[in-house]
């Protein structure tokens, strides 16, 4: 037991040590990353201003230039330690599993990083659109001005974009349930009504804002990849089959 804690201990060390790393790595890279999201903003905004509105940039204190550089830093910092970090997590789990309870794991991480990254890609293609469309809606307040400070305009890109990442997990999530034996692909296709409005309700949540275009980007492709997920479920299950009907097959055959 104390060796196991000792082990957990050290580990928390690391891992806490890669994000502190990282975070000072973020901060120089903060300029570029705040640089590319500033660009995206404001070429949206100019493009979908009305005739005679403006849009201003402003800080409100004096000490909100430092305090957002730190945020933006630390994000930066925590996206490319998280992949450390989770390596320290498994290291710390793996030994306690059997060579059938790792295999899973290890075969759905690398698809796990792939579905993050297309959740992160989509958001940033979508954000111009979102945006212009939001800004449009100046035009019914003729002589209006936008005030908008830089820093909360970026994070909220920046938790967008993580968020939309996260979200893209609902394949894995819904596969992982599904081979421990928790969900069942009749279930799924049953009660599908009861999942899509699971899936707008997890996008409203994850989305850092309350509007319905962001909860409804979110929410479209989620629910392509929920219909995906119910397949990949009926898969697994026809796995399990086989192997109740012949000891001998392995989960590496294929299934037709």
């Not at 300029?31 to 493009?47: F, Q, R």
């Not at 909100?64 to 970090?85: D, Q, R, Y």
């Not at 969900?183 to 699971?198: C, D, E, M, P």
Request: aromatic letters at 14%.
């Amino acid at each position: 037991m104390i060796e196991h804690l000792e082990e957990l201990r050290t580990r928390l060390v690391r891992s806490i040590t890669v994000i502190v790393i990282c975070w000072v790595g973020g901060w120089f890279a903060e300029p570029w990353v705040y640089g590319t999201l500033h660009n995206i903003v404001g070429e949206a905004m100019k493009s979908s201003l009305p005739p005679g509105s403006n849009y201003v940039e402003a800080f409100n204190h004096f000490t909100e230039m430092f305090l957002f550089k730190l945020k933006l830093s630390f994000l930066i910092g925590l996206v490319v330690a998280l992949p450390l970090v989770i390596n320290q997590l498994w290291g710390f789990i793996a030994p306690g599993l059997t060579p059938a309870e790792r295999r899973p794991v290890v075969r759905l991480a690398p698809i796990s990083f792939l579905l993050f990254l297309m959740g992160a890609t989509f958001c940033w293609f979508c954000l111009p659109a979102g945006i212009g469309w939001f800004v449009s809606y100046l035009a019914d307040f003729p002589g209006a001005s936008l005030f908008q400070e830089p820093g909360a305009m970026v994070l909220f890109l920046v938790k967008l974009i993580l968020a939309f990442g996260l979200g893209f997990q609902l394949p894995i999530i819904v596969y992982g349930l599904g081979a421990l034996g928790l969900l069942s692909a009749q279930t799924l296709s049953k009660y599908w009504r009861h999942g899509t409005v699971f899936v707008f309700f997890l996008s409203a949540i994850l989305t850092p804002s309350n509007d319905p275009l962001t909860m409804l980007m979110m929410a479209i492709p989620l629910s392509i990849l929920f219909m995906i997920s119910v397949w990949a479920v009926k898969i697994v299950q026809r796995k399990k089959v086989k192997v109740i009907e012949n000891p001998n097959f392995s989960e590496d055959d294929d299934v037709d």
